[in-house]
């Protein structure tokens, strides 16, 4: 697994050495599309955004969900038959919308949790890039070893926009992150500007369909009739599959059904946000 260099103390204790505090929006169900699921990272931004010359605004995580969509980069977006790829896309139920954050296409479920990270500029120290992803998975990876899910940091070969700091379980992703900087250079900020960390987390859904989806649709972006992309469907695993089989007998509740799982998933996620720093 890729090496990451650790974090001096509790990753909440550590965030508040630069934000003493933050405040956790959660938004309930499901947007009435993919595009307004990906205006909340840029309407949250508007309200931490600052050249940290005033009084510093607190820094915002946003728990959602998006329904079924691929979500492209702007580079992505410059391929020469997007426009023609993104309406077949649409025409098979997958539908294109664009973020603002780096890496490559990725798919959104409406099984799957997304938490974003809004930070406002500091003028002087500011976290780096990778403290940045650590406050972003850190509170995750305690939200899913409340679960028993146990997952690490590392590349995963042949994922869909694979990096460093994949949450990684079982030898394969179980989360994505992405990042984004606007205003100037780490601790000098010359205009007014943000920071946005995204993580999708794969609690339940189909991702063998969600890779294939990612693959024709950047076959056909290239060239007309295209070869699929060469990501792998089997690279990447959810919450339900490290959880198991469903309990028997079939009448009994099962636990990690995907709504429910979801809601535990986000109650917990919501809890490691929100609890004290440990003593």
Same mark, same amino acid.
């Given at each position: ?145 409340? #679960? $028993?899910?146990?997952? !690490?940091? &590392?590349?995963? *070969?042949? /994922? %869909?926009?694979? =990096?460093?700091?994949?949450? +990684? @379980? ?47 649709? #950047? $076959?056909?972006?290239? !060239?007309? &009739?295209?070869? *699929?992309? /060469? %990501?792998?469907? =089997?690279?990447?695993?959810? +919450? @339900? ?39």
């Amino acid at each position: 697994m890729t090496e990451i260099r650790p974090l001096p103390g509790h990753w909440r204790s550590t965030f508040r050495t630069f934000y003493p505090a933050w405040r956790v929006v959660r938004e309930d169900g499901l947007p009435q599309d993919p595009e307004a699921g990906m205006a909340g990272d840029e309407r949250q931004a508007g309200t931490v955004t600052g050249d940290g010359s005033g009084p510093t605004p607190s820094p915002v995580y946003r728990i959602w969900r998006n329904r079924r969509c691929l979500v492209a980069t702007r580079r992505e977006t410059r391929l020469p038959r997007f426009q023609e790829a993104a309406a077949a896309s649409a025409a098979r139920g997958w539908p294109v919308v664009t973020r603002i954050s780096g890496g490559t296409m990725v798919p959104h479920l409406p099984e799957s949790l997304h938490l974003s990270l809004l930070l406002p500029r500091l003028q002087g120290r500011e976290p780096g890039t990778d403290e940045i992803y650590r406050f972003l998975a850190e509170p995750v990876r305690e939200a899913l070893g409340v #679960l $028993g899910v146990e997952s !690490e940091y &590392g590349m995963v *070969p042949r /994922s %869909f926009c694979d =990096g460093r700091f994949n949450l +990684v @379980a079982a030898g394969k992703k179980l989360a994505g992150t992405s990042q984004r900087w606007t205003g100037g250079l780490p601790g000098h900020p010359v205009r007014p500007g943000f920071v946005l960390a995204h993580l999708t987390l794969f609690v339940a859904g189909d991702m063998h369909q969600a890779t294939r989806a990612v693959n024709q649709f #950047l $076959g056909e972006a290239v !060239e007309s &009739g295209g070869r *699929p992309g /060469s %990501f792998d469907p =089997g690279a990447a695993v959810t +919450v @339900a599959e490290l959880l198991g089989p469903k309990p028997k007998p079939p009448e009994a509740k099962a636990p990690w059904e995907s709504a429910d799982l979801l809601r535990r998933v986000e109650e917990a996620m919501a809890w490691t946000l929100t609890a004290a720093d440990p003593r």
